[in-house]
């Protein structure tokens, strides 16, 4: 989901939009988006899931849908629908298979990361709402190479449009929107 960035960016340039009217763009509950995802940094390590035990599965679904709020609260903002749609998809995803998401062993591979269970993904055999889950990837040879989710390009690409969204309708407008 990195990639969005800057493609948002540039896209952005391209459409004549303005690097600066970034800097009005305003995102209600910040503070808990940035909360969940600062958990699940934290739970995704080895030390973190350690710590957090049999845990681990609840505090990833609770900081997914600490997420998913943050953002179906900046619904109207441009793009932010598609994002709240891929959310879902994941949180959905997550929740049927017990607090994982599923990673297809093809996929992993694809991405050249082993084929082991983490905190955030575990490969199954028939993983719930299979088409869901990560099933595509990065190839190896690319930088941040990872296994992602449908649910994952939605939020991607909702991330891109409303960085394209904000850079072409000025401090005025971005603000109005959010």
């Known amino acids: 989901m990195l990639w969005a ?4 960016i540039v896209v952005g340039l391209l459409a004549r939009g303005r690097l600066e009217h970034l800097s009005t763009f305003r995102f209600r ?3 808990l988006a940035v909360a969940g995802l600062l958990v699940q940094l934290g739970l995704f390590t080895d030390a973190g899931a350690a710590v957090a035990g049999p845990l681990a599965p609840w505090i990833y679904i ?3 849908l600490a997420v998913f709020v943050a953002v179906v609260r900046n619904i109207r903002v441009p ?4 994002v709240a749609l891929g959310a879902l998809s994941n ?5 049927a298979n017990g607090g994982f998401m599923p990673a297809s062993p093809e996929a992993l591979t694809a991405a050249g990361l082993p ?5 955030n993904s575990v490969v199954l ?3 719930a709402l299979e088409p869901l889950t990560d099933i ?4 190896a040879w690319l930088p941040f190479a990872n296994v992602f989710s449908v649910g994952d390009v939605l939020i991607a690409v909702g991330i891109a449009w409303t960085i394209v969204a904000t850079m072409r309708r000025g401090p005025s407008a971005a603000a109005a929107a959010g």
């Open 5 to 8: 960035i800057p493609i948002g």
């Open 79 to 82: 793009g932010m629908p598609l």
């Open 125 to 127: 055999e028939n993983p």
């Open 62 to 64: 609770g900081s997914t």
């Open 91 to 95: 949180l959905a995803a997550i929740v």
């Open 29 to 31: 509950w910040a503070w």
């Open 115 to 119: 084929i082991v269970d983490h905190a």
């Open 136 to 139: 595509f990837a990065l190839p």
